[in-house]
Every structure is written in C-alpha cells, then in structure tokens.
C-alpha cells in the first residue's frame, strides 16, 4: 500500500482480556518496527523484524506481550491479559533498509484503553 | 548504550519567531540523527535527517538542524514559526556502523505551541 496501515484506531478492552493490534507495512519494506508511546513518556521500542532474521525482542516490557510477522510482511503485535498501564498509543513503522539512513514510515498508531 | 534527551518538554513560540528545539544525544560510535514531527491523531513523519557529510541539513517546512560533534546536540531551528508547526516533535539516534541493526532510540518529545 502507499503508507503504513494499522488497524483497529482505536481499541477499548476490559482489563484481563487479550487484543491483538495489526500493521501493514508498505510493500517491500523489509523491515518493521513496533513502538509504544504514552503520554510523557516518548516512543519505546518494543519489537524489531528485519527480513527473515529473527526478530529483536529486546524492547517487550513483559511475557504478556508478543508479536509475529507472517510471510516477511504483516505483523501482529499481542498483549495477553491486558492490565491498565497497557493503556498507550502503539505505533507501527517499517523501512526499506534498516531505517538508518532514510529514516521509517510510521502508521497513524492504535490507541489502546484497557478499562 | 545510546541515548537522546531532549530539554523542554514544552516550547512556547509567538508566530514570526525563532523555534528552537533542543537534542542532545549519546552514542559511542558515529550516530545517525533524525528529527520527527507528529501531528494530532497522527503518525510520526521524518522532518529531517543526518547521516554523514554537511553537517547542517535543511527539512521540510522551514527547518533544519545541526550536527555538532563536540556538543553532541542536534538542535532543530526554523527562523519564523507558523501556526501550523504546532505540534510535537522528536529527535532520534541510531548508530552508524552497527552490523546488528538497532532500532532508532528516541527522546521524550517535545511539543511546540505557537501563538498569534
């Protein structure tokens, strides 16, 4: 597609529940990255895919939190048993190379509220 | 471990004057140095960016930002603010020669208000 898409914009879910938050890259983008930004708090990296390395998982603040990316192109980002501090926007990005010289293309986020 | 530390987490501008946003960072090899700019309900967009070579590096909009070595910082000017900048801008760093490939670290962000 022309740009990143990331779908649902917006998610409400009871605290204890699972969501999954989906991102569509731009075709071709070989790398792609998921991102967590609350309110003060900047941008934290949680995961990292490039190609078909395995991913860097370095970033995910717990066990609850997971990701896949099926056929080196959509990705699922999965937060188990959501707890209110989940409350963020999460933002998805790719880029062509590994975003060092040109920088990501980032979706517009899914704003998550855990009640 | 690199880091990115952006002072003010808010800025207060009157239109037609100087923006000045403040970055500094901390790497140990050569970094890579971008600024982003998000909008409202939207996603981050690159406004500018430093790779190697020239060391001041002209955006879109109006902005650009220098690379200097010895202060670590990476400040983003525009000479006349608009209504239109008001917004929430970012700096981030990534190292140069990484072979892993590490994801851009990024500062806490901070918002710009511009008032008529």
């Known amino acids: 597609g022309a740009g990143v898409s990331q779908s649902p914009s917006n998610k409400v879910t009871e605290k204890g529940k699972d969501v999954e938050l989906r991102c569509d890259p731009i075709?071709?983008?070989?790398?792609l990255y998921w991102y967590r930004q609350s309110l003060g708090q900047g941008l934290e990296f949680l995961i990292y895919f490039q190609g078909n390395s395995a991913p860097d998982k370095s970033g995910l603040p717990s066990d609850r939190f997971s990701a896949e990316r099926t056929g080196g192109s959509v990705s699922t980002l999965t937060i188990q048993r959501t707890q209110q501090e989940d409350s963020a926007v999460y933002l998805c990005?790719?880029?062509?190379?590994?975003?060092?010289?040109?920088?990501?293309?980032f979706g517009s986020g899914t704003r998550l509220t855990v009640v | 471990a690199q880091s990115v530390t952006q002072l003010g987490s808010h800025v207060s501008v009157s239109e037609g004057a100087l923006v000045l946003l403040r970055c500094n960072y901390s790497?140990?090899?050569?970094?890579?140095l971008f600024w982003y700019v998000q909008y409202p309900n939207q996603g981050l967009q690159l406004l500018l960016k430093?790779?190697?070579?020239?060391?001041l590096v002209k955006g879109i909009n109006g902005f650009e930002a220098e690379f200097k070595k010895s202060e670590t910082s990476f400040h983003l000017t525009k000479p006349s603010a608009h209504m239109s900048d008001a917004a929430e801008y970012f700096c981030?760093?990534?190292?140069?020669?990484?072979?892993?490939?590490?994801?851009?670290?990024f500062g806490k962000g901070t918002t710009l208000s511009v008032s008529s």
């Open positions: 990005a790719s880029s062509l190379d590994r975003g060092r010289v040109k920088g990501y293309t």
């Open positions: 790497s140990s090899v050569p970094p890579y």
């Open positions: 981030a760093v990534s190292d140069q020669g990484s072979q892993a490939g590490t994801a851009l670290i």
């Open positions: 075709s071709g983008h070989t790398a």
């Open positions: 430093y790779t190697t070579g020239a060391t």
